[in-house]
């Protein structure tokens, strides 16, 4: 089966960048779409942005300051956060879905603060 792991995050401070990646242990091909959520202490899981096939969305919070991307070819999807804020802090997971699965992985942690 095909796990998915983040990496990428940490401490930032505001106004910085961090770039998360999604490695799959599998190939990626078959997943229909491919997302990035994020889960703040005390709120719900969010949908941050999401890409299938050519096809990109963003939550409104973070257009223009995030960008989804893939690479087939490495199995791994990206998320690049520009500008962040205080209030991007949260554990950022990636989601696949297959026909027949849902992959999540374990989260990142990404903390905003000067």
Same mark, same amino acid.
């Given at each position: 089966?095909?796990?998915?792991? &983040?990496?990428?995050?940490?401490?930032?401070?505001?106004?910085?960048?961090?770039?998360?990646? +999604?490695?799959?242990?599998?190939? $990626? *091909?078959? *997943?229909?779409?491919? @997302?990035?959520?994020?889960?703040?202490?005390?709120? &719900?899981? &969010?949908?941050?942005?999401?890409?299938?096939?050519?096809? #990109? @969305?963003?939550?409104?919070?973070?257009?223009?300051? *995030? %960008? $989804?991307?893939?690479? !087939?070819?490495? !199995? #791994?999807?990206?998320?690049?956060? !520009? /500008?962040?804020?205080?209030?991007? %802090?949260?554990?950022?997971? +990636? /989601?696949? $879905?297959?026909?027949?699965?849902?992959?999540?992985?374990?989260? #990142?942690?990404? %903390?905003?603060?000067?």
């Amino acid at each position: 089966q095909v796990q998915l792991v &983040e990496s990428g995050g940490g401490l930032v401070q505001p106004g910085g960048s961090l770039r998360l990646s +999604c490695a799959a242990s599998g190939s $990626i *091909f078959r *997943f229909s779409a491919m @997302n990035w959520y994020r889960q703040a202490p005390g709120k &719900e899981r &969010e949908l941050v942005a999401s890409i299938a096939g050519f096809s #990109t @969305n963003y939550a409104d919070s973070v257009k223009g300051r *995030f %960008t $989804i991307s893939k690479d !087939n070819a490495k !199995n #791994t999807l990206y998320l690049q956060m !520009n /500008n962040l804020k205080p209030e991007d %802090t949260a554990v950022y997971y +990636c /989601n696949a $879905i297959g026909s027949l699965d849902i992959k999540w992985g374990q989260g #990142t942690q990404v %903390t905003v603060s000067s």
